[in-house]
């Protein structure tokens, strides 16, 4: 196996269980594998790169990586999402909900997804995708197809097809309700099932799998209790969405007499492999009255939290708070859950959603989400060769560019970077020792005729909004423009 020694102004290094900073420090990669991280490499080398006024870090881990279209600017101001084309009215759900995209454009959009995470220098990413545009579940095919451009892009992935059985509909008055069907869930988890068992290891090692049953309040206890199950059996990361919305806690209240919490308690569904976006609604924080004990049920549990700040925030809500549920020994991870993808700019939110909630500025440092992004990630998967760049890790790194004049001044390359970066200061991205991206490069990809094509399916998708709208209003009513709009005859599609 080859030698490559990288050398940067700062190179992240790990000792004594946490993060330290090399100063004009270098990274030796030998295969796979991170052979040497520190200064003066005493041994020979094929290649030597230095990238000069730059940081190089270890790999991003999205635990609640966007895979489909995101769909949250269709929501950004157009609410109540009941009114708005967010939830199947019943009329829909009578007349039988049916895919909104081909196979071809499912499959599209997980080799187009992946090449925003690298870009974004995510090295390890667990697709996140909306049920509301399919017919019930996701595929075997299409991930299938998923495992397929991991493998061709580099990238490391979890991946398992999303299923339920229930779905929740708003009626003709407006009101909300449950619809499940649970035979046909349960088949959903058979199918994720036989998928772990084809392609756990794939790859060369890049594809690993996990079971993401879709959120807590369309989740029948029977089909939770034989998920968690199936991961033990198999030793693969269970991904729930919980305590995510007030409507979800209430919901599970009412038909359990638990808290979202308490209920997978007791039937026996936590662990330490089990992830839990977003964790935002607890007992006593952000409007639940209910008191209890939740935070501590998740702290003796071992599970994650997956916090997704950019998206909880466009909402109206916030983690209350990241310190606290640090301080209870909660472990958390970091999920960008919405496009762009963008780590560092989660980072940067989060840092102050922390010192909002706590209005105090110690809160929360740029260390901490930093720790998040790598370390929390890589402890909620049980995988401590990813996170860090020490001898015997994985070579899964990303290199960010502190020359960039956008990046403003610098005393502390993580403080700096979190402070004024984004992800497009990611210059290049290697994952098990192979550049994925290399000055601003992937290899075979081009950034903007996969953005025409996925703007050309989200003109489709959106056309097909009044069908799934309760009172089915025109498209034009459902999504409001900012401000009067003055098209001429031939305007052109954005």
Known sequence: MTRTLLKARWVVGHEGGGHCLYENGEVVVEGERILFVGHDFPGEVAE??????????PGFIDLNALSDLDTSV????????????????????????????????????KRYAFTRLIRNGTTTGLPIASLFYREWGETTEEFAAAAAFAGELGLRVYLGP?????????????????????????????????????????????????FAPDRIETCTPELL???????????????????????????????????????LESIGFLGPRVLLPHGIFV????????????????????????????????????LRSFS??????????????????????????????????????????AADLY????????????????????PGAAADLNVIDFDNPFMGQNIDPIQTLILNGSGREVTDVMIAGRFVMREGVIPGVDDRALRKKAQAQYHQ??????????????????????????????????
Request: aromatic share 8%.
């Open 162 to 210: 999303a299923y339920r059985t229930g779905n929740i509909v708003v009626g003709q008055d407006g009101g909300i309700s449950q619809y499940f069907d649970e035979e046909r869930g349960l088949r959903g988890l058979e199918e994720a099932e036989a998928f772990c068992r084809r392609f756990e290891g794939t790859a060369g090692g890049l594809v690993r799998t996990m």
């Open 48 to 57: 030597r790169i230095d990238f000069g006024n730059a940081l190089i870090g």
């Open 283 to 318: 007992s006593g924080i952000n409007g639940v009255e209910r008191p209890g004990h939740d935070l501590e049920i998740l702290a003796g549990s071992g599970a994650t939290i997956v916090h997704c700040p950019a998206v909880a925030a466009r909402g109206g809500w916030l």
């Open 461 to 494: 998708i959106v056309a097909q909004y009044p069908d799934r709208t309760l009172g089915h209003p025109h498209v034009d009513e459902i999504f409001q423009s900012s401000y009067p709009r003055r098209s001429s005859r031939a305007a052109t599609p954005t």
């Open 74 to 109: 269709l929501g950004y101001d157009n609410q109540p999402p009941e009114r708005k084309g967010r939830v199947w009215p019943d009329s829909y759900m009578k007349a039988g909900p049916r895919e909104m995209y081909s196979a071809d454009e499912l499959a599209f959009q």
């Open 225 to 263: 209790r034989r998920t968690a199950e199936a991961g033990r059996a198999l030793e693969v990361p269970v991904r729930l969405h919980c305590c995510q919305a007030l409507y979800e806690y209430d919901s599970v209240v009412e038909q359990h007499g638990m808290s979202p919490p308490e209920w």
């Open 371 to 390: 720790d998040a992004a790598t370390l929390g990630g890589a402890a909620a998967l049980g995988r401590p060769d990813l996170g860090r760049l020490a």
């Open 324 to 365: 606290r549920y640090r301080a209870l020994g909660i472990n958390i991870g970091l999920g960008t859950d919405t496009h762009p993808p963008d780590m560092i700019q989660n980072m940067t939110l989060a840092v102050v959603l922390a010192r909002i909630a706590e209005s105090n500025a110690s809160a929360a440092s």
